[in-house]
């Protein structure tokens, strides 16, 4: 994982396709917004797709979890939409999934807000 960002949108076109647009990481999340988990990988090229767990987490308590698939390549990017229905101290987690395992990534915490 190289970079983890919160966006409002994503580039479909142009020079920035596929990249991050309405960068909010960091800043407050307004409750029931739509946004992005807009994630950059590298994994050696020809590799086989490498499983990846992206989970949210509100008070400890696991509230959404998706399993995505990562292929090789210099810069990978992918991204989730989620909508944030409830206010607090959010957790993002992301994991590799070796079968056996799971390492972690990275996480960031989101502050959720009326």
Known sequence: LLETRICHDIQHDGDDKNECAGDVTGQPIKKGDSDYIWMAFMAPNGSDA?????????NG???WVRNISVSGGLRTRTWLKHTFDKSGAWKLKISLDTGTSV???G???LNVQE
């Open 61 to 63: 308590a696991v509230r």
């Open 107 to 109: 996480t960031m915490d």
């Open 103 to 105: 390492t972690p990534l």
């Open 50 to 58: 490498q499983p990846v767990i992206v989970q949210l987490e509100l």
